[in-house]
């Protein structure tokens, strides 16, 4: 399977290229720094110890036209790309985007338009004849909660967007999976207090490797946040009212 | 809301929080410390109280490069010894020095120069450490070695993270004839006979290590198994390499009585009696190093109140009797333990505070109760009598003046670790407790 990442240079993103390539796959990085992106290619060709050189190339989910020369690069190095990973995001707390309307729209803009735009442009130019595509949506987004209410809105909007591709171009060959990751320890999350079930980046890829060769639309992981959105999605409002989570 | 937490492996904590990132060198900008996984049992990776944050390592766990036909490798501070089993022992490579678990990382192995089972053929890890990159307490960025910067070296080599943080790490790796190890184990009646085994093993193996039960006393006093193995030849190895095993979880914080004098009699006789001597055969590597990785949080038998490893080394001079009078001392303090680990040490290292040095090295768990403090002083005092000294990596109890007298090297270490930090900002709540740094 020949694979792109967006975001492989750091948490689960890097946990999964590195699981790929340890499998055999052909993996291709997308990232914003092209030092970070150097480095993180020779981690995987040592732990794979992979022959060939992994290739890389600049993708900044911040700004748009990237996303065509990134893409390009990708299908010239694997020739065929057969899935595609998103991982990428941005994240800022509630109050932090609250006392910063730049921030929010900056947070808005990469979490949900440029990530649909990065879809779209995978769709029309990859997967014409089909591919699996991987997006990192939230738990966050499975309910209007008080801690999450901005960054989760852009993570529903995304998981809409991708469960519509799903339906629409399931039969056509496309295959999407909406990763819903609960609370994982990275650096997206440091500083914050880790709940009960909070999990680690290596956990989530493992997960995510296997609902991606399985082609199931929607994973939760760690698995028990699963069950706890459940609870979560059928509190009733004047709970939701009261409580912090 | 709560303040946030932060311990050692020994469970008792103090106030702070972790910082992870994959950017070790901005995160490390402004710190005091940083730690790896946290697998010390003390307080060495414990921030300071006026400054309650600590950078963590283990996002930061990427190979720099690796070269097939020497074996060096060069990582990020926070790539673990689990990773290192699972990329390179495959292949014929492995640490040439472990300790007793694979949760660690190179920058923390590093900083505590940790040994192993093979401590008197191939000393602590700082032997086989070519390299070090650090951010040092002015903010740059230096790399050392023995011959580029060598006294800032030998300084970290067993400092605790307190001369500059680890970044980066280049070690050379040894070459194994397969992943299997060829092992044995030996029933021993007392502590003469144990030790006596010990030192006979220790000329023919590699890997010698072993467990006595110091609650047994009279004639039976330190009876136990010893075990020595080493690296099976590709003729003794099965072909598949070893499957991973499967890890079990301790779930909750068990109550005190789990890990107190009536279980540990039950569990040590036990564990005496199920342990008869073996000729010698293939085990698995991961039992042999790491046969209490499988129990996952097991530092949660312990209990709320947590526990400490008392964990010194008697030097040969001081002879078997001191030995003996140390397992005495304990029974006497009521501190005789559920685990007590005995190993033969080889050579002092390089390191300025590296921990090893040749004689008998004796390592207990205690679970923290009202005297623990009383006993740590009692057995440091017996140890300082014997010229021997303890291991900060297990450390939480010991005082300033007790460590300054096992410790003839300190003053040099001071001095080297002043030079590159003259305002004494990077601490710990070790450093603290042990140096004097300011809170």
Request: net charge positive; proline share 6%.
């Amino acid at each position: 399977m020949n694979v792109v990442v967006l975001g492989a240079t750091k948490g689960i993103g890097r946990a999964l290229a590195r699981r790929f390539a340890e499998r055999g796959d052909r993996v291709f990085l997308l990232g914003r720094d092209p030092a970070e992106l150097d480095r993180s290619a020779h981690d995987i060709e040592i732990r794979a110890n992979s022959k060939a050189p992994i290739g890389f190339a600049h993708c900044d989910l911040a700004d748009p036209d990237t996303f065509g020369p990134a893409l390009a690069a990708s299908a010239s190095a694997l020739s065929q790309v057969d899935t595609v990973v998103v991982t990428a995001g941005d994240f800022a707390t509630q109050p932090a985007l609250e006392a910063d309307l730049a921030r929010t729209r900056h947070l808005l803009t990469v979490n949900f338009t440029n990530t649909v735009l990065f879809c779209e442009e995978v769709r029309a130019q990859l997967f014409g004849r089909g591919g699996t595509l991987c997006v990192f949506s939230s738990v966050a987004g499975d309910r209007g909660r008080k801690p999450v209410i901005l960054y989760g809105a852009a993570k529903a909007g995304l998981a809409h967007y991708l469960e519509g591709l799903d339906h629409k171009y399931r039969a056509k060959g496309l295959r999407v999976v909406c990763v819903k990751p609960g609370f994982v320890k990275t650096s997206m999350t440091t500083g914050l207090k880790p709940p009960p079930f909070a999990g680690e980046a290596d956990g989530v890829a493992a997960d995510v490797v296997r609902a991606i060769d399985r082609g199931q639309p929607v994973v939760y992981s760690p698995r028990i946040w699963q069950a706890v959105m459940l609870v979560i999605r059928s509190l009733p409002r004047f709970v939701m009212r009261r409580i912090e989570f | 809301m709560t303040e946030p937490q932060l311990s050692g492996w020994g469970r008792v904590p103090v106030p702070g929080q972790e910082l992870r990132s994959e950017d070790l060198a901005r995160l490390t900008s402004d710190a005091v410390l940083t730690r790896g996984l946290g697998r010390s049992y003390g307080d060495s990776s414990l921030p300071p109280a006026s400054r309650p944050v600590v950078v963590a390592t283990p996002l930061a766990d990427r190979i720099l490069s690796f070269d097939d036909a020497t074996g060096v490798l060069r990582a990020e501070a926070g790539y673990s010894l689990e990773s290192l089993y699972h990329d390179f022992l495959a292949r014929g490579w492995f640490t040439p020095v472990t300790p007793g678990t694979q949760f660690v990382t190179l920058g923390g192995m590093v900083a505590a120069d940790v040994h192993g089972k093979n401590h008197h053929v191939d000393g602590t890890i700082g032997r086989h450490v070519r390299s070090l990159r650090l951010r040092v307490a002015s903010g740059a960025i230096v790399e050392c070695s023995r011959t580029q910067e060598p006294d800032l070296f030998r300084a970290t080599i067993g400092g605790m993270g307190l001369t500059g943080h680890i970044l980066e790490v280049e070690l050379q790796l040894v070459r194994v004839p397969s992943p299997w190890i060829w092992g044995e184990m030996m029933r021993v009646a007392n502590i003469d006979e144990y030790l006596d085994a010990l030192k006979a093993s220790a000329a023919h193996w590699p890997f010698t290590m072993g467990w006595i039960d110091c609650l047994s006393t009279g004639p039976a006093m330190g009876r136990g198994v010893l075990q020595r193995g080493r690296w099976a030849t590709p003729a003794e190895a099965p072909r598949e390499f070893p499957r991973a095993l499967i890890r079990v979880p301790v779930p909750v914080v068990c109550p005190s009585w789990v890990m107190g004098h009536t279980v540990g009699k039950i569990f040590n006789e036990g564990y005496y009696r199920w342990n008869r001597t073996t000729p010698a055969r293939v085990v698995h590597p991961a039992k042999f190093f790491y046969p209490l990785d499988a129990l996952v949080h097991w530092n949660r038998l312990y209990g709320r109140r947590g526990f400490t490893q008392y964990q010194c080394v008697l030097p040969e001079a001081a002879g078997r009797a001191a030995v003996k009078q140390l397992l005495e001392l304990l029974t006497q303090q009521g501190a005789a333990s559920f685990l007590c680990v005995i190993k033969d040490c080889g050579e002092q290292g390089e390191g300025l505070l590296s921990f090893p040095l040749t004689g008998t090295s004796i390592a207990l768990d205690l679970p923290v109760r009202d005297n623990t403090q009383s006993v740590v002083d009692r057995l440091n005092e017996f140890v300082i009598s014997q010229g021997g000294r303890i291991y900060l990596a297990k450390d939480s109890f010991t005082r300033a003046e007790h460590f300054r007298a096992m410790e003839p090297r300190l003053d040099e270490w001071l001095a080297i670790r002043r030079k590159w930090d003259p305002t004494g900002k990077l601490r710990s709540a070790q450093s603290v407790r042990l140096f004097g740094d300011p809170a």
